[in-house]
């Protein structure tokens, strides 16, 4: 059974820095695009970057463009997502998400399965 589970959220004051990761189960990790979402109450999940099986990684939406990164590790079956230079905007639940292959999509029909998410509050 295809499992992803995030971790890593919390509170965290404006400016600084969180480690999100999401570890896979259940299904051959490495063959899958998996990318990293956050969603507002009340609004759509948005796509922030995704890797793809191939190990390339999109450019960061524009909201959070130069304040993440993002990587994986096959072995570990685990990817991460580096948030840098928080700003109270970016309070939100984080997700990831794997493709339904090896590649990214905007669309998140293409998102074959979903972790559970973890909140993320940037506040002083």
């Known amino acids: 059974q295809q499992q992803l589970v995030e971790s890593g959220g919390g509170l965290v004051q404006p400016g600084g820095s969180l480690r999100l990761s999401c570890a896979a189960s259940?299904?051959?990790?490495?063959?899958?695009?998996i990318g990293w979402f956050r969603q507002y109450p009340g609004r759509e999940r948005e796509g922030l970057l995704c890797?793809?099986?191939?190990?390339?990684?999109?450019n960061a939406a524009g909201p959070v463009h130069g304040r993440v990164t993002m990587s994986r590790d096959n072995l570990k079956s685990t990817v991460y997502l580096q948030m840098n230079s928080l700003k109270p905007e970016d309070t939100a639940i984080y997700y990831c998400?794997?493709?339904?292959?090896?590649?990214?999509?905007?669309?998140?029909?293409?998102?074959?399965?979903w972790g559970q998410g973890t909140q993320i509050t940037v506040s002083s």
């Open positions: 998400g794997r493709f339904v292959d090896a590649y990214c999509s905007p669309r998140l029909s293409r998102v074959g399965g």
């Open positions: 259940g299904f051959s990790f490495a063959y899958y695009a």
């Open positions: 890797v793809g099986a191939d190990g390339g990684v999109t």
